[in-house]
């Protein structure tokens, strides 16, 4: 319900905003490719599109680097993204601010305006934090309640399957136990 809201939130800000914009030029709406990513893309046309904004669909236009270009790069206007990948962004993940969402979200929202003229809009109520999650028994077997148990359990036991997003698996901090 909370993420609902949140996506209800940001749908009636995006509204309020596109008021001013409805003589500009066509509003380049993106996502990511996944299907989180291409729902809120499609809201964001929707509440653009029902207030007579004319846009131009980019949604599922690639994985994070592809749709951070091409928003740094103007290809894009508008795009959902997660505060807490700023600190890829700006390759500082070991800053304490990223492990807490106001924080993060400060110093993304600076950063971005600093050195790349980007807007954060307020962010919605939610949370995406990642997590992995095992079968009930392997956890017992294990003795697993942290990413730490994991790894430890991996280097003595050997090799798990994991179903995971290349999201996940391509960033070093988020699969360095794996």
């Known amino acids: 319900m909370t993420k609902t809201k949140g996506i209800l939130g940001a749908a009636a800000l995006l509204a309020a905003l596109s008021l001013p914009l409805q003589a500009a030029e066509?509003?380049?709406?993106?996502?990511?490719?996944d299907t989180e990513g291409a729902l809120l893309g499609n809201i964001i046309l929707?509440?653009?599109e029902s207030h007579g904004?004319?846009?131009?669909n980019k949604v599922q236009l690639g994985t994070t680097p592809v749709v951070r270009g091409a928003i740094v790069s103007g290809e894009l206007d508008i795009y959902p993204e997660y505060?807490?990948?700023?600190a890829f962004f700006f390759k500082d993940e070991n800053d304490a601010a990223w492990k807490n969402a106001k924080a993060g979200y400060?110093?993304?929202?600076?950063l971005d305006a600093e050195q790349n003229k980007l807007v954060w809009l307020t962010p919605a109520p939610a949370n995406n934090t990642w997590t992995i999650a095992?079968?009930?028994d392997v956890a017992e077997?294990?003795?697993?309640?942290s990413l730490e148990d994991l790894s430890r359990y991996l280097k003595e036991k050997g090799d798990i399957k994991l179903a995971a997003s290349a999201?996940?698996?391509?960033?070093?901090?988020?699969?360095?136990?794996?």
């Not at 505060?83 to 700023?86: F, K, P």
């Not at 077997?141 to 309640?145: A, F, H």
Request: hydrophobic share 30%.
């Open 167 to 178: 999201e996940f698996i391509e960033r070093p901090r988020r699969a360095s136990c794996l």
């Open 134 to 136: 095992v079968r009930k």
């Open 53 to 56: 904004v004319k846009t131009v």
């Open 141 to 145: 077997k294990g003795k697993l309640t």
């Open 46 to 48: 929707q509440v653009l």
């Open 83 to 86: 505060t807490g990948n700023g």
């Open 106 to 110: 400060e110093k993304v929202k600076k």
């Open 26 to 33: 066509p509003v380049k709406v993106g996502s990511k490719i």
